[in-house]
């Protein structure tokens, strides 16, 4: 039973357009939802994250969207640049445990 | 990454064989979680520890694996006549306060069964 889903293995967009990568969760329990981006061969590091009581989140290039009644959340990163290809994870709290989706693949062709 | 350290990087070992994998926090971070990344998946679960304490130990198998958080020293994880199965990416994360906050990652460490 997977509770949170990222039902795109790979996604691929070119420089300077919008890439959306979309999570679904089952788990209406979830209160904080995080986004982390990781390189081969390193530990995935924190990108952005929202609270269950907000819709939306933005820093800099990477905006966070929450839709809590579609169980649904996304990150769009605007403009796309070639070194934000990376495997990217969502990742929903609850009683002190952060569960993850199998992650995106993101390419960002020049 | 930096400051949550994990090692050794990549750890070969034979059928049998014991597998120690060390997790060191960044400072000031009590609390402690291990994950596993399987290939071609996503990172599970396994273990979430505070000094001297299992709080969470839901995602370990129920044999052969075996965690630890001491008053002293680096954290622990500790698989037992390990099988290829075990192959994997086993990836360390600590925080302060073990509320909703963002993890620290270490880089991993890649287990190889032969």
């Known amino acids: 039973d997977q509770q949170v889903k990222q039902n795109s293995p790979s996604l691929s967009v070119q420089e300077g357009r919008i890439s959306i990568l979309n999570c679904d969760y089952t788990n209406s329990m979830f209160d904080y939802f995080l986004w982390y981006k990781k390189y081969p061969a390193e530990g995935p590091t924190f990108l952005i994250s929202i609270s269950s009581i907000k819709d939306k989140n933005e820093d800099g290039r990477f905006t966070v969207f929450l839709n809590k009644s579609a169980k649904h959340l996304s990150l769009h990163i605007v403009p796309s640049q070639p070194g934000d290809s990376a495997v990217y994870f969502c990742?929903?709290?609850?009683?002190?445990?952060?569960?993850f989706g199998d992650g995106t693949t993101l390419t960002v062709k020049p | 990454n930096a400051g949550v350290m994990q090692n050794p990087r990549h750890l070969v070992r034979r059928r049998g064989q014991e597998a120690r994998l060390r997790c060191s926090p960044m400072?000031?971070?009590?609390?402690v979680y291990w994950y596993r990344q399987l290939p071609e998946e996503g990172l599970k679960f396994m273990v979430y520890?505070?000094?001297?304490?299992?709080?969470?130990e839901s995602g370990m198998p129920k044999e052969r694996f075996s965690a630890e958080f001491p008053k002293e020293g680096p954290s622990i994880l500790r698989i037992q006549q390990v099988v290829r199965g075990d192959s994997a990416a086993y990836f360390c994360a600590t925080q302060t306060s073990g509320f909703n906050e963002k993890l620290f990652f270490g880089s991993g460490t890649q287990l190889s069964v032969l």
């Open positions: 990742a929903a709290w609850f009683a002190g445990k952060s569960t």
């Open positions: 520890l505070q000094k001297e304490n299992i709080i969470d």
């Open positions: 400072k000031g971070h009590s609390h």
